[in-house]
């Protein structure tokens, strides 16, 4: 697939770029996709939720009443789950919700992701960039020009510069990272990808090699 490089300044240059067809028109694997993003979904989890077990809570282990006799329901502490102040019946615990995934199928995923986005043409190679000044008028201005105000975009660079970052941060819906960073959640969840010329080769090398 052959795509047209645009300068900072959205005009066109005469300079064209070809997509692999081994990394952006493969045929997609859609349960790949999901694995990975379900992986990647479960690694944000933190796991730290917790709920007092019986043992847990303070207070008197002394029988409310006697076992027999009173004509009601046969009671233990006033630590049992049934009463209010109580302990909680089979309550989360702290654990971790990471998962491992083959490292061939993660790289089929993403390769999957950008496939749909390509076919979407939802990709725009820009040249190199960087900022003089960590300004975010400067990212603002640079994406009004490409008509994604507003939208959500992923900035992919070869090599993420400090100023970039900076001017960035402050955008919402925007969003950039380093091509070797590049992950199916973040590809699929962006309406589009914003590509620098050189990130198109380390994308193509890693996912190749």
Do not use: C, W
């Not at 725009?124 to 003089?132: G, H, K, R, S």
């Not at 960590?134 to 008509?147: M, Q």
């Amino acid at each position: 697939m052959e795509v047209t490089v645009y300068n900072i300044d959205g005009s066109q240059t005469k300079r064209k770029v070809i997509l692999n067809d081994s990394v952006f028109a493969i045929e997609p694997n859609d349960h790949a996709i999901y694995l990975d993003v379900k992986q990647y979904l479960a690694n944000q989890r933190q796991g730290t939720h917790s709920t007092l077990e019986k043992s847990m809570i303070s207070g008197s282990t002394h029988k409310l009443h006697r076992q027999k006799g009173t004509g009601g329901s046969r009671k233990g502490s006033g630590k049992n789950p049934i009463f209010r102040g109580g302990a909680r019946i089979f309550g989360p615990q702290p654990r971790d919700y990471s998962f491992k995934l083959n490292k061939k199928l993660k790289k089929l995923a993403r390769k999957s992701a950008l496939t749909y986005k390509a076919k979407e043409q939802k990709i725009t190679v820009v040249e190199d960039f960087t900022f003089e000044s960590p300004k975010t008028k400067n990212f603002s201005e640079l994406l009004k020009r490409f008509e994604l105000t507003g939208k959500k975009t992923l900035v992919i660079m070869s090599n993420v510069d400090h100023n970039v970052i900076l001017a960035a941060r402050n955008l919402k819906r925007l969003k950039v990272i380093q091509a070797n960073d590049l992950n199916t959640y973040e590809i699929l969840d962006a309406s589009r990808l914003l590509v620098t010329e050189t990130s198109i080769k380390t994308i193509e090398e890693f996912h190749l090699n």
